[in-house]
């Protein structure tokens, strides 16, 4: 509202002209370039409300008023007030991920719609489709921000507004994921690669079903630094192992993995005779020991041939032709 009667003088002036203003762009770094509006409207009353216009805005009011006498031109300066942002940060992008960080980046809201002095800035995240928000109220006006404390091989949704003195702005959105990690599998090894180089990396393994043993022993732990890979070795044979892997000794990651099977390393034990006729002849035997079965035992194979004169195989091994099976 600009009140015209402070431009009349004793009651004799009377308005016969105009009120123009022009609009200075005001954002954080004061004063912008000028004349953005240049209105102009003719009025009469005493007052005259200027609506339109833009918050955070300085305006110069330009008043002419006259009589049959002369004209007489006044100015004043004005400045609207803030309003919280009208837009969301400009090109939200994240610019790095890890096991269970992301950091993201922006630019600040356009001029325009700043509408105050950038205070800093309001982040939310949540799971992608978990719905529980995480708000976190930004202490910078700085233009990025690492998201910590993450779960792993998970796709986030995060949201960043600007505040000024007058509230917290309009959301832009971005969609981002940590990165997994990755593991490769043999019959006595499992390699574990990370998506890049962390700090004070633990690496975990224990053995959580076996064949053969209790679960949950073989519990071992491998410190990483400055490498991406680790091979952990000496592992039997079609086990499942629990990898786990921690940062700084609090968010970790898990994946159960089962090693490979391979040929069994020994033969069934206590073969002997159970019974015989003048045509037949039955054999048991005990499985192969639990150690060195090294997978799923599926079946025997029974090899068996003639003794000419009763030899021992153990005489003629080098001259065998044929066996049967």
């Known amino acids: 509202m600009i009140n015209l009667s402070n431009y009349v003088e004793n009651g004799i002036y009377r308005i016969m002209s105009n009120v123009t203003w022009l609009r200075f762009l005001h954002c954080n770094n004061g004063l ?62 994240a610019v790095n991920q890890t096991l269970f960080t992301i950091t993201i980046s922006w630019k600040p809201v356009d001029c325009a719609h700043q509408n105050g002095n950038i205070r ?21 006006t700085g233009t990025s921000y690492t998201l910590t404390g993450l779960q792993s091989s998970t796709t986030y949704v995060i949201q960043v507004a600007a505040k000024n003195d007058a509230g917290v702005g309009v959301f832009g959105n971005l969609n981002a994921s940590t990165l997994p990690f990755e593991v490769s599998v043999a019959s006595t090894t499992i390699g574990v690669t990370l998506g890049q180089v962390e700090n004070d990396v633990l690496i975990t393994w224990n053995r959580t079903s076996s064949q053969c043993v209790d679960n949950g022993k073989s519990f071992k732990t491998h410190h990483l630094s400055n490498s991406t890979m ?8 079609y086990t499942e192992y629990n990898i786990t892997v921690c940062i700084n000794n609090s968010t970790c990651a898990f994946s ?22 003048s045509a037949s002849i039955t054999i048991m035997w005990s499985p192969v020991p639990c150690d060195h079965r090294n997978g799923n035992i599926t079946g025997y194979v029974v090899m068996f041939r003639k003794l000419d004169n009763g030899i021992s195989l153990k005489h003629r091994r080098a001259e065998e032709a044929q066996w049967s099976t």
């Open 32 to 93: 912008g370039s000028s004349n953005i509006t240049d209105q102009t409207y003719d009025v009469n009353p005493m007052n005259l409300s200027i609506t339109g216009l833009v918050p955070n805005s300085k305006y110069n009011v330009t008043v002419v008023v006259g009589n049959a006498v002369g004209r007489k031109t006044e100015s004043v300066l004005n400045e609207t007030r803030a309003a919280a942002p009208s837009a969301p940060p400009q090109d939200i992008v």
């Open 120 to 140: 800093g800035y309001k982040i939310k995240y949540w799971e992608r489709g978990s719905g529980n928000e995480t708000k976190l109220d930004g202490n910078t």
């Open 256 to 277: 159960i993995v089962t090693t490979n099977q391979d040929a069994p390393s020994a033969a069934p034990e206590k073969i002997k005779l159970k019974e015989k006729s």
């Open 230 to 237: 680790y091979m952990i070795p000496a592992l039997e044979e």
